[in-house]
């Protein structure tokens, strides 16, 4: 880790577990990092899935607090990415009306039904999951009518930094129902029962939101111009932190399930399969997820193992098994089949051939990823970065560069906090400070 430099960058990221905080300097080397953990989510047998708030801003606290006296105060922007679709009401000042409702809580049910028949089939602000969704599900609470904001969790965080609330980017805001394409909220949204003075004032990713608070630049000791600009999804923030930028770049991350995403000139939907794109400036982050992965080697091998049989394979020939590997029964993308079963026969008596055919069988599956992607109207990758776990492993890098064709190696970064860093630089470039 280096020294503290002249300019900093923070990138936050919020998960569901915990705070990374990372400082980067300007030539995107990192000097300064942090974690703080997070308590569980409260689960509740209806389908509930909250956290308290106030939780996220002592693991920011304690994070930030680290890493400014570790840069000595050099920091010039912060960037906050935050769990896709966890939202909570607030009042004027900021102070939560309501519980965080996380990603996974499925309670508006009801809701999700009612908007099945107004929401758009392109829009990602569909189901119980969804923050449109559980917007109208707090707005039945009877706290409700003292709020002012409608915020997701990185939307507050970056409010309690600067002190100015109601803001939100263009990619938390996706599945709350806004319309990147247009830039606005769209028309249905009042049919939809959404409340106009809840919703956010939507900004690009890496825009200036505003300057730290007096307080918080007192609290901290923080520059009074440190920025705050607008963050993104941890998702999208971790994709950002393999650098990828130009059209027909990729990530694949080999983690326990097989995520791919990719830059597109325009936005590609496919609701069936899970797609939808994100905004990015001029540009789109797109992709799927397979439920295909590192989980199914873990039903074979230990990670001893995987080195040890990968280094007895030539993966530059095929293994001669057609193996489609899935962890139980069902699979969302390449292809939606909710009963496709898993196939891993015939199994021979050597290992490492049955790893290698597990590991081309995966690579396969990512292949039609990005050839399902291709057909949508995305471009076919120029070049793939690997990030996740299974990114280590060379002998799999070298299968996959062989099925899809095109050049792969690993990325150099893979964690949200790092990607909201470089946001946070980008950011520092936008001068316009949005009004209320």
Sequence with gaps: MNAAADACFVGIDLGTSGCRVV???ANADICAEAREPLPPSRRSADGGSEQDPAAWWHAVTSSLTRVVDETRGAIKA?????TSSTLLLCDAAGEPCTPALMYDDRRAA????ALSHIVPGDSAAQGPTSALAKLLYLQRSPAAGHAAHALHQADWIA?????RYGFSDEN????LGYDPVARCWPTWMAAAGALPRLLPQVLPVGRVIGNVSALIAT???LPAYTRVVSGTTDGNAAALASAISLPGEAVTSLGSTLVLKLISTSPVTAKEFGIYSHRLGDVWLTGGASNSGGSVLRQYFT???LAQLSAQIDPLRDSGLDYYPLPTMGERFPVADPNKAPCLTPRPDDPARFLHGILEGIARIEAAGYRRLAELGAPYPTRVLSAGGGAVNDTWRRIRERLLGVPVARAPHDEAAYGS????RKGLNDAAIPPF
């Design 23 to 25: 400082a980067i300097d």
């Design 78 to 82: 912060i960037c906050v990415d935050g």
């Design 110 to 113: 009801a809701e999700a039904t």
């Design 159 to 163: 409010a309690r930094l600067t002190g």
């Design 172 to 175: 938390n805001s996706l599945k």
């Design 219 to 221: 609290s901290f000791g």
């Design 303 to 305: 990670d001893e193992q």
């Design 421 to 424: 860093a470089l946001l946070a």
